[in-house]
Nanobody
Framework: QVQVVESGGGLVQAGGSLRLSCAAS???????????MGWYRQAPGKQCELVAT???????NYADSVKGRFTISRDTAKNTLFLHMNSLRSEDTAVYYC??????????WGPGTQVTVSS
């Protein structure tokens, strides 16, 4: 099993920036099997949606709504995932979740971190 914990959320004004972090821990065997990590978010009254993912090889994928504003990165050596968020908008307000998917398709989720953007 892999444990993931997010940090870095908070309150920011529209146009501002935040950096989210996600630390993954667990057995060496499980950590080595993580092939994709990503960020998802859920706004009040809405379904959970993909924000961005990054593979072990470094390939990234972004939701159209965040392209050009958010950057996902991964420090594989430190088992840490980041989400750099710039030009934040009120519609980015949500709980952001970190996800780790292993080669056997098992997934682990963090408890989430709240991001609130005031307009």
């Amino acid at each position: 099993q892999v444990q993931v914990v997010e940090s870095g959320g908070g309150l920011v004004q529209a146009g501002g920036s935040l950096r989210l972090s996600c630390a993954a821990s667990g057995s060496i065997f499980s950590i080595a099997r993580i092939n994709v990590m990503g960020w998802y978010r859920q706004a009040p009254g809405k379904q959970c949606e993909l924000v961005a993912t990054v593979t072990r090889a470094g390939a990234t994928n972004y939701a159209d709504s965040v392209k050009g504003r958010f950057t996902i990165s991964r420090d594989t050596a430190k088992n840490t995932l980041f989400l750099h968020m710039n030009s934040l908008r009120s519609e980015d307000t949500a709980v952001y979740y970190c996800n780790a998917r292993r080669t056997d398709s098992r997934q682990d989720w963090g408890p989430g971190t709240q991001v609130t953007v005031s307009s």
